[in-house]
């Protein structure tokens, strides 16, 4: 019994090792970071950490209070507050209050190695040996689009994308078919649950490309494979609904950013100038076996070596159903992938559902490598069992092939390294020893110089040499004076230490260039500028750049070097030489109005709010609707004793009825008491909350109770009942 559990547990442990030891700059020293890449520093890390602080007090945040004037965590998606893998993160012990770096770099090891596990499985499920399904692993997690992805919410959907696979094909091979559908589906749907909906897309439209390939070939009964199909996709809708329903839900109240000079409604087309610029380019075909060619986010590099096993694999077991439909997947992912370069991308642009949503075309390199990976175990099991002159005219011919290949890149590196032209000569000698060496190893093979086993650990190895001249090989030095970005974000904290200092909420408005990372949530504080995906419509409709509405608004400072607008004075200047201005017209927080007035539409609204004739101060409006009726007097005394993410108290004495007023996002969800009694919140101004209440003392309680996010837990909680269900009767 022991020696069965080694056996099983050898191929992850060693895959382990492998991983760990590859990624050796993160883990083995701290010479290095992956936190200075991208958005990370900017944008996901502050997302991070203010979720890991919440949960830290015992809170389960589902409100970002520090974002413009307030949005939902679940609806935003990105901050992937519905992934239980993040929850693990968010649990690790703080230094100080603050995330660890070594935790955020073994979290970041450990999600590469989740994904190559999870293709090791797949290669094992469809008879792959052992090495050869360690050498799928890596491929997949250590190349391509798992290892040129940094940005978390658009990597760890990926994890799961070769089990949506293995159950799929579990399920069209027959047994317990119901089961493997569900299990499929489920797996789908927690890619939706890691943040992103872009590489979801993409995925989901191959899994029903596969679906219709097999209801379409399979000599079982067409409604019956139809019958699993649905059950598969519906199983998918249940266990994404709880990132799903909140997204849908935001996604309708605000705008966000797609690469257009002004940001996009729901029911807004994406152009396909934007997809055509997010595109691999032609050029990245080669890219996928030349190091240093077109190298970027979502990359399809898998090196010479590895491609040669995928390629020999897709030959030599071609017979296999399996091995013809991950070759197919994997060239219809890099065709996909080119974009504006391939026609058949614009008709899925045109006819599919959501595929305009999904505006960077190259994530579908995420498909090629789901493909890929397994063909490389397939060539490699090939190799090691190679007999029969099929194999042997094969082999001869692909060792002339990098032969041939390695000299041409061999020579040519050279050429442009004495030519001093400025491209990646140094790294294509790598790639041209690759290309001998693997050569090297199929005659070797086909002589019978090296033994099976021997051959597959050196062809792990080649693997692992070529793709160390890619992966990670441009990782940030963790120093000030080369990558001084992450020190900067530890230079502020004076400034926010003096607003807090001041003992009255307020909120913060600061120069982006300057502070080019969301220091409201890294922070605490709640900032109004704030560089993210999207925004509230209701607020986006304001001119916001008039100082008249950023009065209204509530904005107390202003951050960075000289003043943003006029009647700023300075009253702080931090240690990073960035300087804290007041703004005295600012409005408190919260006050209370007597009057009130309708407007028709946004447009009039918008003048309305930017009018210095109206009186914000003593006079609401509200769209296409009258407000309550409210009585006039003075002598309102309110203020905030509490600003929590899903919770807000204000109390409020009142001399006759009036309206307080509380300058952050509308938005549903939101439930108000006075008193303990039920209060509806007013759309105040068009965008922000209001409650009515009567003359005397009130206790005004706000709490965030999103029906989209509770229903949403409810139901992904019972789809992973189900598929619990499922995996225990699939092993009966």
Not at 228 to 252: C, D, H, I, K, N
Not at 277 to 283: E, G, R, S
Not at 694 to 710: K, L, Q
Request: glycine share 10%.
């Amino acid at each position: 019994m022991g020696r069965i559990t080694f056996r099983r547990l050898a191929g992850p442990g060693l895959l382990f090792v492998i991983t760990m030891l590859f990624h050796w700059k993160l883990v083995l020293t701290n010479q290095y970071t992956w936190l200075e890449a991208g958005d990370i520093g900017s944008l996901i890390m502050p997302w991070f950490q203010f979720q890991a602080g919440e949960w830290h007090h015992w809170r389960f945040p589902m409100w970002d209070p520090n974002s413009w004037t307030g949005q939902p965590l679940f609806g935003q998606a990105q901050p992937g507050a519905a992934y239980p893998i993040n929850w693990l993160l968010f649990w690790m012990p703080l230094k100080h209050g603050w995330l660890r770096q070594d935790v955020l770099h073994w979290f970041y090891v450990l999600v590469h190695y989740l994904a190559g596990l999870t293709c090791y499985a797949l290669c094992r499920d469809l008879g792959r040996s052992r090495l050869a399904s360690v050498l799928g692993g890596i491929v997949y997690s250590l190349a391509g689009y798992v290892a040129y992805t940094d940005s978390p919410q658009m990597l760890h959907g990926a994890i799961w994308a070769p089990l949506v696979f293995l159950f799929l094909f579990r399920a069209e091979r027959g047994g317990r078919p119901l089961a493997n559908a569900v299990l499929s589906g489920f797996f789908l749907g927690v890619t939706w649950l890691a943040g992103h909906h872009q590489m979801q897309i993409f995925l989901s439209l191959a899994v029903a490309g596969m679906w219709v390939w097999i209801v379409t070939s399979s000599q079982k009964p067409v409604a019956r494979m139809i019958w699993l199909a649905v059950v598969a996709f519906g199983m998918t809708g249940l266990t994404s609904a709880f990132q799903t329903l909140p997204a849908a839900e935001y996604g309708r109240q605000a705008v966000r950013w797609v690469g257009t000079e002004e940001p996009q409604g729901l029911r807004e087309t994406v152009p396909y100038s934007v997809h055509e610029q997010y595109a691999l380019k032609p050029i990245s075909l080669i890219g996928i076996f030349v190091a240093g060619v077109e190298h970027g986010p979502y990359d399809a590099y898998v090196g010479v070596a590895a491609l040669t096993f995928a390629v020999l694999g897709a030959i030599l077991a071609w017979k296999e159903r399996q091995v013809r439909w991950l070759a197919t997947i994997a060239l219809c992912g890099i065709v996909f992938a080119l974009g504006g370069n391939s026609v058949f991308h614009g008709m899925f642009y045109a006819l599919a559902p959501l595929v305009e949503k999904a505006r960077v075309p190259a994530a579908a390199s995420l498909i090629f490598a789901v493909g890929l990976a397994p063909l490389a175990a397939f060539g490699l099991d090939a190799m090691r069992q190679s007999a029969g002159s099929s194999v042997r005219s094969l082999t001869v011919a692909a060792q002339w092939v990098l032969a041939g290949f390695g000299a041409v890149v061999g020579f040519g590196a050279l050429f442009f390294y004495a030519a001093r032209v400025p491209v990646a000569c140094d790294r294509w000698i790598v790639t041209a020893l690759c290309a001998l060496l693997a050569a090297g190893l199929l005659t070797a093979w086909r002589t019978g110089s090296i033994s099976g086993r021997g051959g597959s650990v050196a062809a792990i190895g080649l693997v692992l040499f070529e793709l160390g001249n890619v992966t990670d090989y441009n990782l940030a030095t963790a120093d000030r004076k080369t990558h001084p970005y992450l020190y900067q974000m530890a230079e502020h904290f004076d400034l926010a230490s003096y607003v807090r200092g001041q003992g009255e909420p307020a909120r913060i408005y600061y120069d982006g260039k300057a502070i080019p990372y969301n220091i409201g949530d890294w922070y605490g504080l709640e900032t109004f500028d704030t560089y993210a995906a999207s925004v509230p419509g209701s607020l986006w409709q304001f001119d916001l750049s008039s100082p008249r509405v950023l009065d209204i608004l509530g904005i107390r400072y202003y951050f960075g070097l000289t003043p943003q607008w006029p009647g700023l004075r300075e009253v702080f200047e931090g240690r990073s030489g960035q300087k804290v201005f007041e703004n005295p017209k600012a409005f408190p927080r919260v006050w209370a109005v007597h009057g009130g007035l309708e407007v028709a539409d946004a447009r009039e609204a918008r003048a309305t709010l930017s009018d210095e004739k109206f009186d914000a101060r003593h006079n609401v409006f509200e769209i296409g609707q009258s407000p309550p009726k409210l009585e006039a007097c003075d002598g309102d005394e309110v203020w905030m004793p509490h600003h929590e993410p899903n919770y807000v108290a204000l109390r409020a004495a009142l001399p006759c009825r009036g309206m307080v007023i509380l300058t952050d996002s509308w938005f549903p969800g939101w439930r108000a008491s006075v008193d303990g009694h039920p209060a509806k919140i007013e759309k105040a101004y068009g965008a922000f909350r209001g409650v009515v209440v009567e003359a005397g003392d009130h206790t005004i309680e706000m709490r965030y109770r999103p029906w989209s996010v509770y229903l949403g837990a409810a139901i992904s909680a019972a789809a992973a009942m189900i598929a619990l269900l499922a995996a225990r009767e699939r092993k009966a």
